[in-house]
């Protein structure tokens, strides 16, 4: 799907990064805590409906002006198949769902009418239609709970994670990244929002609408984050990916705080997970290893690799959590990474080294 010389992804891919946290975040939640058909379809109704907004947009601007460019059929493709497939998410849901579901998304859409206006007018980078968006967004949780039959208090709890999470990180984002360009600005603002999402966390704990964990994780953000706004500030790409991982945490934490609550939710399987993925790393470490001591350098598949060795640590740390034990396995694949992460940066034959080193580690483990 190309049309003239026009890149299909400058159509089909958004140009900001910050949005695909506060879109995957909602839909990964509602998928560890309800998992099935039903929440499947609002993971592709969100996916697909956020990646339309881009070619949409393209192609809005187009016909405003009168006159058709070579993007301009290039868009109207694009968005016609992700509106498709977010249509087709739509119905898997409203077929598959046991009980309503759609009262959340009819609930914010005076935040969607207010989020496309400002992205019309052309400022959706400010702060208050960000805000409006990653809300928007945040209701697909509570809809996926919904859908899945487990009740109400469970489904505000899931969208008030992400709301005390999504406005304390956009708070705090927006102003690292204008303190970055050099702009004389007040932080205070950014400091109150970190802080107001660790309260609001707790007293919702307190009234039962939250676990506990999510108000631990808020608190982790809330002192990573003062703690860097007393520093100079940082690249907006470190930024992103900073919060990017702070989100994923608030998902995690709130999802496991859930689980130990008693609810059935889909990190039950993780400690089975854990254990077949390790295994198949294991060998992948190896086979890694002598690679990278073979080719005296590191592709970029070589650290890209890293992220599955990420992913299984975080697997073993959260079977400890779910067991209630410090089991030595999760601390050996987490001193694996680690050491690995740290050998990477090093001049051969480390790198190749950290490898089979992680290989061992997890053979061990």
Known sequence: MRTASVPLKSVALPPEHGGWGFTLEPLLLGLLLSPGLHTLGLFLLGLFGFLARHPLKLLYQDLRRGKRYARTTLALRVAGVYLALALAGFLLSLFTAKEPFLLPLLLVLPLGAYMLWADLQGRARELFPEIAAALFMASLAPAGVLAGGLGGEVALGSFLALAFRDVAALYY??????????????????????????????????????????????????????????????????????????????????????????????????????????????????????????????????????????????????????????????????????????????????PGVGFLLLGFLLLWH
Request: charged fraction near 10%; avoid cysteine; glycine fraction near 10%.
């Open 173 to 350: 984002a927006r102003t690292q990244v204008l303190r970055a360009r050099g702009m004389d600005l007040k932080v205070y603002p950014a400091y109150v929002a970190l802080w107001l999402s660790v309260l609001l966390a707790w007293l919702a704990g307190r009234e039962g609408l939250l676990p506990w964990a999510t108000a631990l994780s808020l608190l982790l953000l809330a002192i990573y984050g003062s703690l860097a706004l007393s520093k100079p500030p940082v690249p907006a790409k470190v930024i992103g990916w900073t919060q990017m991982g702070f989100g994923l945490l608030v998902v995690l934490t709130t999802a496991l705080g859930y689980t130990l609550n008693g609810l059935s939710t889909a990190l039950l399987g993780v400690p089975t997970m854990h254990r077949y993925v390790g295994w198949a790393l294991v060998a992948l470490a190896f086979l890694v290893g002598f690679y990278l001591l073979a080719l005296r350098k590191v592709p970029r598949l070589g650290i890209l690799l890293v992220g599955l060795y990420d992913f299984n640590a975080l697997l073993g740390l959260l079977s400890s959590a779910l067991s209630g034990q410090l089991l030595p396995h999760p601390l050996l694949a987490l001193l694996g990474v680690t050491l690995l992460h740290v050998l990477l940066r090093q001049p051969y034959p480390w």
